[in-house]
């Protein structure tokens, strides 16, 4: 007998059959004896369709009043789902996150959770009730409605297994798990059955496309053990955890993944001086500007030549405003270049696995990929080459590496 938190994302409740569809599901867990507390997204395409009624009035709608308005979208599949259960014959009770006292900051659209008041929660649970939780939002200390972001609802999710200390939190989307890396790049692509919580965060580019990433940190900070699953086919999903794979025979990669919207950005011929790189990035960061990969050489008269990624959007005000500080430091010139992307390995069995980088390497110069940056960390290997290579690499890469398995065949 287990207390398991399900989340039912849009598409998981994205018509009147879904729904029924996610009652029958939990039915299931409540008739093998488990406890079963669901937090659920609004029905796919309705927050989009509240956000879209609110511009028709205003450009820019306060963040309070968008946080009403968008908070309503969860509380209409709360009462649906319950209804569904009700009518099997299970009790069910919906609840919006300010009933649960989901508190939160007042930071409207983008609130962070601070505390749950459980004890409400685990009176239903204990008198067998199935609790239907709002996702997304919460309730500031004055009262006030918040939302956590798009997404939100995993992070609701996670909140909530951490707080009432449930056994596993599977979250319910229209994928069937993590995958190593994107299918629609590699069709031979294959679900991971398990992936750590840092490997996850890694492979965030990919990931966030099936979690918030917020909830991964989250559950990894709470050790809340989370699954990935398909709301339309039955599978054991992908179990995110904090363990890596004991199993000796576990691949040293466990997936790769890569961003296409980056662009590179170099300023060649800066003094090779203290306070240099502070001067150049600082600005950078003032801006709001987050810097990715950042690559430092020491040319041989005694100047240096810096190169940082960015996001591709914010390429023109990184190169405006290195030009300012270019001329104050006497630089060379600035390079810029938004035709490239970054393929990353990721994998924890890296850390105790000499040869991963070189091995990466031969296979990239195989393909005769030319590599501009590289940077890895303990259990990452990034490199930067030309966007039109992106494909080519993470197919190569993912060969290389045995990651590609059987096609899955279509049921
Ligand atoms: N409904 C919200 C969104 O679309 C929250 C969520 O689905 O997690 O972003
Ligand atoms: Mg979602």
Not at 22 to 49: C, F, L, P, W
Not at 189 to 200: G, P, S, V, W
Not at 274 to 279: E, F, Y
Not at 301 to 306: K, R, Y
């Amino acid at each position: 007998m287990s207390l398991i938190v399900q989340k039912f994302g849009g598409t998981s409740v994205g018509s009147v059959e879904r729904i029924e569809a996610v009652a029958d599901k939990i039915a299931g867990y409540r008739d093998q004896g488990h406890s079963v507390v669901a937090v659920v997204s609004a029905m796919s395409g309705e927050t989009n369709r509240l956000i879209g009624l609110a511009h028709d009035i205003q450009d820019h709608p306060t963040p309070r009043e968008m946080d009403v308005l968008v908070s309503t979208g969860e509380q209409v599949t709360t009462a649906l789902l319950s209804m569904a259960l009700n009518k099997r014959g299970y009790t069910a009770k919906s609840y919006n996150g300010s009933q649960v006292r989901i508190l939160t900051d007042d930071t409207h659209t983008k609130a962070r959770i601070k505390s749950i008041d459980g004890d409400r929660i685990r009176k239903d649970i204990e008198a067998g009730t199935v609790v239907v939780v709002a996702g997304f939002q919460g309730v500031d200390e004055a009262g006030n409605i918040t939302t956590l972001g798009r997404g939100g609802s995993d992070t609701t999710a996670v909140a909530l297994a951490a707080a009432l200390k449930a056994d596993e939190c599977q979250i319910y989307t229209d994928v069937d798990g993590v995958y190593t890396t994107d299918p629609r790049v590699v069709e031979n692509a294959q679900r991971l059955d398990t992936i750590t919580f840092e490997e996850m965060l890694e492979m965030a580019s990919l990931g966030s496309k099936v979690l918030q990433i917020r909830s991964v940190e989250f559950a990894g900070k709470y050790q809340v053990p989370l699954r990935v699953l398909s709301s339309f086919v039955d599978g054991p999903g992908t179990l995110i955890t904090l363990e890596s794979d004991t199993n000796m025979e576990a691949p040293v990669i466990s997936g790769i993944a890569f961003q296409r919207d980056e662009a590179k950005i170099s300023i060649m011929g800066i003094p090779d001086r203290p306070g240099v790189a502070s001067q150049v990035l600082g600005p950078i960061s003032d801006a709001n500007i987050e810097v990715d990969v950042i690559v430092q050489n020491v040319a041989a008269d005694n100047t240096n030549d810096l190169t940082f990624t960015v996001h591709r959007n914010d390429l023109q005000d990184a190169a405006a405003i290195l030009n300012q500080v270019a001329e104050k430091l006497g630089a060379r010139e600035i390079v810029t270049d938004d035709q490239i992307c970054k393929v990353s390995l990721v994998g924890v069995g890296m850390r105790s696995h000499a040869g991963i980088a070189s091995k990466m390497f031969a296979a990239l110069a195989e393909l005769s990929i030319n590599i501009q940056l590289i940077t890895t960390s303990e259990i990452k290997i990034s490199v930067v080459v030309d966007e039109k290579y992106m494909e080519l690499a993470v197919r190569g890469l993912h060969s290389a590496f045995g990651l590609d398995g059987e096609p899955e065949s279509v049921e």
